[in-house]
Every structure is written in structure tokens, then in C-alpha cells.
């Protein structure tokens, strides 16, 4: 069975950085992908980035480019997401999910953690 366990959220306030964790285990696979997804209240849930196994490519949603960053440590089964110059704007729960293909696609993730809240004040 896969597992997920999302870590590090909290308050912070703009301008400012949090690195979320993210331990995963159970893969039945090798070929797998770690996404990092996000819904703020009356929102639909949105991708924000992920990263496959295979070679470590990686995607990002347009408005976190340049500001988040995706990073796996293997030796841990953990994947991390840095995030750089947080708005308000990115307030949410943030969710990390495990499956077949590194896409932004909710769909494409059958596992899921239970989420970690991020709120960022202004």
C-alpha cells in the first residue's frame, strides 16, 4: 500500500519561505512520480508541480515557476518542495500525492497524503 505523509506547513508572511516534506513509501514499482498539489477553500484542487522517478524530470505550474522548487532525496524516500517568495495568494492545504506519471494532472495520482496547511499573511 502506498503511504504519504505531508510535513512543514504553517503561518508565515509574505516575502517569506517553507519547505514542505514529503514521505512516501510502498511503491509496488520503481516507475512512479511524487506530486505536490494545492486547494484553497472554495477552490478546486490544482497541481503545483512533481517529479518522476525514472530521470527526475520535473514539471511546475506557471505560477509557482521560478519560485518553487521540487527535489527528491532517494536514501530518505522523501521528496521536498521549496517555496520561495510565498503571497497570499498561495494560502491553501497543500497535498502530495503518488503516481504513474509526472503530470499536473489530478487524475493521473491514485494515493494521497492528508494535507498540510500553508497560510501566508500579508
Known amino acids: 500500500e502506498v503511504q504519504l505523509v505531508e510535513s512543514g506547513g504553517g503561518l508565515v508572511q509574505a516575502g517569506e519561505s517553507l519547505r514542505l516534506s514529503c514521505a512516501f513509501s510502498?511503491?509496488?514499482?520503481?516507475?512512479?512520480?511524487i506530486g505536490w498539489f494545492r486547494q484553497a477553500p472554495g477552490k478546486v484542487r490544482e497541481g503545483i508541480s512533481c517529479i518522476s522517478s525514472t530521470d527526475n524530470s520535473t514539471k511546475y505550474r506557471d505560477s509557482v515557476k521560478g519560485r518553487f522548487t521540487i527535489s527528491t532525496d532517494n536514501a530518505k524516500n522523501t521528496v521536498y518542495l521549496q517555496m520561495n517568495s510565498l503571497n497570499p495568494e498561495d494560502t491553501a492545504v497543500y497535498y502530495c500525492?503518488?503516481?504513474?506519471?509526472?503530470?499536473?494532472?489530478?487524475?493521473?495520482?491514485?494515493?494521497w497524503g492528508q494535507g498540510t496547511q500553508v497560510t501566508v499573511s500579508s
Open positions: 500525492a503518488g503516481g504513474v506519471a509526472c503530470t499536473l494532472n489530478t487524475g493521473t495520482f491514485g494515493a
Open positions: 510502498g511503491f509496488p514499482f520503481d516507475d512512479y512520480a
